[in-house]
């Protein structure tokens, strides 16, 4: 079956340092890839998307995502966090049939 | 730039009360889809639709029916309330089978 895993429910970074959030999939075939982003009491905004072609993709707010298709995972980076990337992070796989697969989300706290 | 945006953005309704969640997008999307959002729970698809007058359920459409009588609308109805569907909820659309969902900034429904 199809599935996305977040292992991480929650992490804390300290800001300025580096951060990886990781996601796993399980889909039979060429995967879409997206990371999400939810501010607190907001709806959801794209940060990145992998269709094809290079494997290293960029995205907004400084993010960036690997797609390695031997260890099924897409993990988010970003080289240095600020305050305001508190938030949760949901990765998404396209199924091909309209929907999109999610993960439960992981949350991000930042310590000043 | 692109929208899509909900009636409401808090809701209080009683147990039993009819409820009517709208959603409208200005992207000429194809699909539309109602989410539910709780915590530790990730994403919940209730229902999608893919054209006008069509629709397809999620994996929690139990009580919950939609509407989709244009192609820029798509509403969420809940027959009557219960206190277990409160929760944020989250409406989206999206060009293709597999494309990213655009998504609106939420309804925090209390069924009281």
């Known amino acids: 079956a199809q599935s996305v895993t977040q292992p991480d429910i929650h992490i804390t970074v300290s800001e300025g340092a580096s951060l990886e959030l990781r996601c796993n999939y399980s889909?039979?075939?060429?995967?879409?890839l997206f990371w999400y982003v939810q501010s607190p009491g907001q709806g959801l905004q794209l940060l990145l998307k992998?269709?094809?072609?290079d494997t290293l993709v960029q995205g907004i707010k400084g993010f960036e995502a690997e797609f390695k298709r031997s260890q099924s995972s897409f993990n988010l980076r970003k080289p240095s966090v600020h305050w305001s990337d508190a938030a949760e992070y949901f990765c998404?796989?396209?199924?091909?049939?309209?929907?999109?697969?999610w993960g439960a989300g992981t949350k991000l706290i930042i310590k000043p | 730039d692109v929208k899509v945006t909900q009636s409401s953005r808090y809701l209080v309704k009683r147990t039993g009360e009819k409820v009517f969640l709208e959603c409208v997008q200005d992207?000429?999307?194809?699909?539309m889809f109602w989410y539910r959002q709780d915590p530790g729970l990730g994403l919940r698809l209730i229902y999608f639709?893919?054209?006008?007058?069509?629709?397809e359920k999620g994996d929690i459409p139990e009580g919950y029916s939609v509407s989709r009588e244009k192609k820029e609308r798509f509403s969420l109805i809940l027959e009557s309330a219960s206190t277990n569907q409160t929760s944020m909820y989250l409406c989206?659309?999206?060009?293709?089978?597999?494309?990213?969902?655009?998504f609106g900034p939420g309804t925090r429904l209390t069924v009281l």
């Open positions: 998404a796989v396209g199924a091909g049939n309209y929907q999109l697969i």
């Open positions: 889909y039979g075939a060429t995967p879409y």
């Open positions: 992998y269709f094809s072609g």
């Open positions: 992207m000429d999307h194809e699909n």
């Open positions: 639709s893919y054209d006008v007058k069509m629709k």
């Open positions: 989206a659309s999206s060009l293709g089978t597999a494309d990213e969902q655009f």
